[in-house]
């Protein structure tokens, strides 16, 4: 690696202002696949996208959309499909995605950078012959990061999981969300961070009222707690009749939550449409931005508030047969405010940002001409196209080297995790307590993983903790007496006991992890 003295970059043009169409052009003859934008802290934007499938491609651009250095991640042999990327607490990078880097199928990654775009970790999360995708990566306001993933498949059967990591990318738990006999096929899109716990966005089918088999595509929310547990779940159905398919979410300073949808009636065509779900799960609303009259899919595939008082959507619509990509500003309830249609590409505007003067990003993707290409356009806050900036900005200045622009191929060689382990082999979640009968001293071997069971909700589920900092071991006599206690860190894989002076009798071993039992154990003492 090349080591250098502390670098910034500053950009400078000509000192007047000129009105420019702020579109942009990346990747030409390479391939290159739109994913994600973000707003960078010195002015500057992060893009994320895919660079003839075998490289996830990170590129840092100036505020006026000019390419400062870029980062390549993957190889030739590998296939890549990246999801996003956002900006950590300590001023680094989080991104993730799927590929193939370690097995014919393809498996879910999380990838963790520093200011200087270098990687500092990587995890893969592998199931063998499953497709695994990983679909949102989140930081949460700790400083851990949340993994939404899908097509992991479990017993009883699940599409929806999150993964939570720390810091230093080791996997605290999971969780998997099972299907009930009404839903089938969830399609997991989005993932919002909440101070009290997460929301999951899903498309899934689920039937007319009264039926009993086949299904709808309807918008679908699970909110959990820190911990992931389902605090509640809501199938956006409006007196059962309301079809769905969502895009992008976010919330409100009243923690309410809004989603775009393409809203499907049969009758008429597919609109663009909003929909407002209260922070407790109660289905609030929903509104069509216009109607189309076309089946089309049209939809707007990004949502950013603007002064809490309207919404900046970008996204597509079709209206007489005439395809238009759109960045529309609507109020709170989805009334069409005003509508600036953009560049004609192959796929829409998939991804946007806000910066903090309230400018907005977004990115598509065309094909015309036979390779894929990026597009990139910026609007103020009135929809109209932003101008060169003439004074100067520093960018990178958290960085103290210069970023060189170059290809990664990360080893990732020890860090699978292997996530089917707790259900393919139970003994691993199960507490060993020897000898059965004991006389003098018993051994006690804490189990691998911890296993914390949920049956409130209406669908119960189970939360595999990978790491913990300690756990109470317990031993209850046949009256229910408690005759021993000890606390257990996670480094203890075994507890040694000496039980000669205790009574004969059955005895009851319990492992308590945030007041309830992860694992139990009986031992006769003679």
Known sequence: MVRVFVFIVTF?????SVCQTWVKIYGQGQNAVAIHVIADYDKGFTFLGDLDYNYSWIFKTDVNGDILHDKRIGSVNNTVWSSNIERTIDNGYILSGTWTKFNSSFDAFIIKLNSCYEIEWCKTLITPTNYDMGIRVKPTPEGDFLLLGGYFLTNPVSNVSLFKFNS?????????????????DDQP?????????????????????????????????????????????????????YYSRPWASTKNQYGHY???????????????ALIKVLHNGTQSYNHDIINTGTFNLSGMGTVDILHDTNFVMFGVWTISDVKSNVVVKTDTIGNLRKTKVLPQTTNAFISATQSIDNKFVSVGNDATGGSWKIYAVKVNSDLEYDTIYTHPFTYDSLCPHPIVSD??????????????EPFTNPETTRMKVYPNPAKDKITLEMPKYLVVQNNTSAVPSTTIYHQWGSVMLEAYDLYGKKVFEKEVTRAETEASLDVSQWENGMYLFQLIYNKQTVASSKVLIQ
Do not use: M
């Open 12 to 16: 400078f043009i000509s000192t007047y």
């Open 168 to 184: 230093s990318g080791d996997l605290i738990w999971h969780q998997f969300y099972p299907l009930d006999s009404l839903y089938y």
């Open 189 to 241: 899109t989005d993932l919002v961070i909440d101070n009290d716990g997460y929301l999951i966005v899903t498309r899934r089918y689920y039937p007319d009222p009264g039926q009993y088999g086949g299904g709808t595509l309807r918008s679908n929310y699970i909110k959990t707690d820190t911990a992931g547990i389902e605090i509640w779940n809501t199938v956006y159905i409006d007196n059962g009749y």
């Open 258 to 272: 809004y989603t775009t949808c393409t809203h499907t009636i049969y009758s008429s065509g597919d609109n663009p």
């Open 407 to 420: 290809t990664i191929d990360p080893e990732c060689s020890n860090v699978y995790v292997g996530i089917e």
